[in-house]
């Protein structure tokens, strides 16, 4: 008999909840691991990071996740696929990712400008 416990699986244990909304990531997925229940649920990250600190890797969010259709402790998480362009969050997903990408290429100019003084 099991304890009802499975393993913990993170991704980018380096990475926080911040660094994640800060790439863009709306949503993170958790999946059970329990034995033939293979249940998913989409949180929010606005809802996480209110519930958990911003440096909150995926790795502790795992361990401490409780499935909630068969009761097992932890969980695979992971950043959800970007919004479809029907979904009501990629309007503002699509903005942050045009200023992301704004950001970056800001960065990139001024980068080879300084490249090429020296």
Not at 15 to 36: A, I, K, T
Not at 69 to 80: I, T, Y
Request: glycine content about 8%; overall charge neutral; some cysteine.
């Amino acid at each position: 008999m099991t304890s009802g416990l499975t393993l913990a699986f993170g991704y980018h244990q380096q990475r926080g909840l911040e660094d994640w909304r800060q790439s863009g990531c709306l949503y993170v997925e958790f999946w059970c691991l329990g034995p033939g229940c293979n249940h998913m649920e989409r949180v929010h990250i606005e809802k996480l990071i209110g519930k958990a600190k911003t440096s909150t890797p995926f790795v502790e969010l795992a361990c401490k996740a409780r499935c909630s259709a068969c009761g097992r402790w932890g969980c695979h998480v992971q950043p959800a696929d970007p919004p479809k362009p029907e979904h009501r969050d990629y309007a503002i997903w699509l903005m942050a990712e045009i200023a992301r990408r704004k950001d970056f290429i800001l960065l990139a100019e001024a980068e080879l400008r300084g490249m090429d003084n020296a």
